[in-house]
């Protein structure tokens, strides 16, 4: 979410990351791959991946809805699962030829090798995030959102300034996060949770006015998960360019090419905009804080 909804920064001292990284399926042992510049060719099922004929993708746990279904990465279902697959068969790897792993969010786009392919959990694309690994193209544009309970003050915010005064929360090392911290610039420090389920604890508890987190995070916070709560409006995409999530690849990947080849390929044939209607359909619209 990473939001943007999600570089790791100014996390609130009270912060507990959890560092602990549980796998879905057995870590892949170490290949002989080839280097970035060893990589000629995107020819399917024949990439430069870190197992031999298979290709791994990574997730964070729990894996949340509308990107995953069930905590399940792997069974297609969600955004997110059904994007990943689609890539995987584009690149010639078929559902028996994927394999899963939990890489929590912040350790995804960290500087250090990584033990995946590529990774996918509403990362969203940033200079600073580039420094350390690479990213394929955007295979979702995304706008944050806030929410906060039904019948509260920041529930009748209509604007970025009516929502200057309250305590605000995100998860740390979001898009999420900074746009609170750069776009809302509220009085008090805003609150920075190691995951999404504590943020909405926290909203639950009313030890936050509000969480921003992305829209459809919110349509699905509200709808299934915090009933009470609403969505109190949405952010504007900050400069020319729309923020994007993108798969995360080891910092000059021999993959990188294939697998932005691979989401060109889907945007092009509108298979990325079936899956988004599919699974994202309720997050269309809210009104808009300026």
């Known amino acids: ?34 280097s970035a510049s060893g990589a000629r060719t995107c020819e399917k099922g024949e990439l430069a991946t870190r197992v031999s004929g298979r290709l791994t993708i990574a997730t964070d746990e729990p894996a949340y809805e509308p990107w995953f279904k069930d905590d399940d990465p792997a069974n297609g279902k969600g955004f997110e699962s059904a994007v990943a697959y ?108 190691a995951k999404n389920d504590q943020a909405k604890s926290a909203l639950k508890n009313r030890q936050v006015d509000a969480i921003v987190v992305d829209l459809p995070t919110a349509f699905y916070i509200t709808g299934a998960e915090v009933t009470n709560a609403t969505i109190v409006g949405q952010f504007e995409n900050q400069g020319g360019t729309p923020e994007q999530f993108g798969l995360v690849l080891d910092k000059g990947s021999a993959l990188t090419s294939c697998v932005t080849g691979a989401v060109d390929a889907l945007r092009k044939d509108g298979t990325l905009a079936k899956i988004e209607k599919q699974w994202l359909s309720d997050a269309v619209d809210a009104p808009v804080l300026k």
């Open 1 to 34: 979410m990473h939001p943007a909804p999600r570089a790791l920064r100014r996390a609130a001292p009270a912060v507990v990351l959890l560092a602990a990284t549980v796998s879905c399926a057995p870590q892949p042992e170490a290949s002989d791959r080839p």
């Open 86 to 193: 689609a890539v995987a068969r584009q690149l010639g790897y078929g559902k028996d030829k994927v394999g899963w792993q939990t890489v929590p969010f912040n350790k995804a786009f960290a500087p250090g090798e990584k033990t995946f392919d590529f990774d996918i959990n509403q990362v969203s694309v940033s200079a600073e995030r580039k420094k350390a690994v690479d990213f394929s193209s955007g295979y979702y544009d995304v706008r944050q959102a806030v929410v906060a309970l039904k019948g509260t003050k920041a529930s009748k915010a209509t604007s970025i300034a009516g929502l200057k005064g309250l305590k605000l929360g995100a998860q740390v090392g979001t898009t999420s996060l900074d746009y609170i911290e750069d776009v809302v610039k509220p009085t008090q420090e805003a609150a920075a949770f």
